[in-house]
Nanobody
Framework: QVQLVESGGGLVQAGGSLRLSCVAS????????MGWYRQAPGKQRELVAS???????NYAESVKGRFTISRDNAKNTVYLQMNSLKPEDTAVYYC???????WGQGTQVTVSS
């Protein structure tokens, strides 16, 4: 059974930074493509960043140069470092394993202007 637990969200001013964590169980993050998604109120969930088992990184255009996805295989954890945050980054952030229809509870990120 795949379980994903996200944490690290919070309230931050525009221009600030946050680091999100996603601890996985039931799978190895090193052996799967892991993605960070977000869903803002009234909007569809969108892919923000992903990392493949070969460490190929992919980012949405809106976050390129500001967000960095990484993983710690020993901790079976995926991170999303978010810098230069903007109010439009406000959303609930989720991580997901490609090929599994399991979502964590998400973590709220709120960026004030």
């Amino acid at each position: 059974q795949v379980q994903l637990v996200e944490s690290g969200g919070g309230l931050v001013q525009a221009g600030g930074s946050l680091r999100l964590s996603c601890v996985a169980s039931g799978i190895f993050v090193s052996m799967n493509t892991m993605g960070w998604y977000r869903q803002a109120p009234g909007k569809q969930r969108e892919l923000v960043a992903s990392i493949t088992r070969r460490t190929f990184l992919n980012y949405a255009e809106s976050v390129k140069g500001r967000f960095t996805i990484s993983r710690d295989n020993a901790k079976n954890t995926v991170y999303l470092q978010m810098n230069s945050l903007k109010p439009e980054d406000t959303a609930v952030y989720y991580c997901k394993v490609e090929g599994f229809d399991s979502w964590g509870q998400g973590t709220q990120v709120t960026v004030s202007s």
